[in-house]
């Protein structure tokens, strides 16, 4: 058998433009890949996949840069980057765009508007659209000054399905009363309209009932300063615990513990039963990824 190839554009640690190519939007956990390979068609994407399948390489798929603990990027493996690939072809008459998986959310606005059409999708331009389809559909409306530079960062959430108790108010105040720094705050953005005409089952979206996508954010500048403001997250996560529900996948924390029942609440078993028909030897995996049934023979 001829032994894989990899095509497009390849970046190694010995290439000067490595550093670019390799940062994320969080850089605080920071990975250093033995490859990136930047695809320009889905032959380099097919050529990247027989490589690191037959080298047992790990690797990574990357589009926007913007996971919040760099699930895209692993040491010494393989980064397959499809940001390259970010064609948009849109049929007006039919009310449809074909929208490669390397485009980023601010280009799509920009092409679907030309043909006064658009997405309820997120707000920050350079978000992958990719990411943000395979995540779920929360719409966000505000993100802080500065929200979209790599920056040291770390964030969690959870959704709220009533309103809140007044002890729920002040717990909040509380917190807000003593951050890490200024940097630290919570967002709540609003859910409900049409997220909320689907049922949880019909999609893999499962927080139909929220009213709100809370978000718990923060962000330093020294490393000495990073404890203080992961500590600070997880403390918020807990004492709002009793008031709130799950997390939203696309806003992923490596500290859940139940990350299955958190993301994808009763939808889990169902949706390890389409990775194990899709993906039955777990080749596309991350720490917190869904795993195949094991099956027998
Ligand atoms: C500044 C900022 C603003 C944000 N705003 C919003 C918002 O308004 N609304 C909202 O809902 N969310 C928002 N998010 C969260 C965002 O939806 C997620 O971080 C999302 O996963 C980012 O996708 P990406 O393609 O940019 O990131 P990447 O880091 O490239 O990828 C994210 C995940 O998708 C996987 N992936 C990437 N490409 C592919 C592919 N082609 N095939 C299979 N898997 C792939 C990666 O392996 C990784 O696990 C925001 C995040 C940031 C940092």
Redesign the pocket.
Known sequence: MEEAQLTGRIVTPHDPEYEQARI???LSVPRFPKIIVFCQHTQDVVNALNWVREKRMPF?????????E???LVNGGLIID?SEMNRIKVDRHAMTAKIE?GAALGNVYRQLWKHGATIP????S???????T???????FF?EPG??EPANRKRSGSFITAPLPLEAILTMKQWLAQPPNEHASLWHQSLGGAAAQIRPEETAYYYRDAIIAQEYLTRWNERGEERRNVRWIKNVRQALSPYTTGD?V??PDRSIRNWPKAYYGENFPRLREVKTAYDPMNL?R?PQSIPPYRRRG
């Open positions: 994320n939007h969080n990574r798929v990357r589009s926007g840069r913007h996971s919040y760099n699930f895209s499809v998986a999708a997120g707000t920050e350079s978000v992958g659209l990719v990411g943000l395979l995540g779920g559909e929360a719409v966000r993100d929200g979209n939203y696309n806003w596309f991350f």
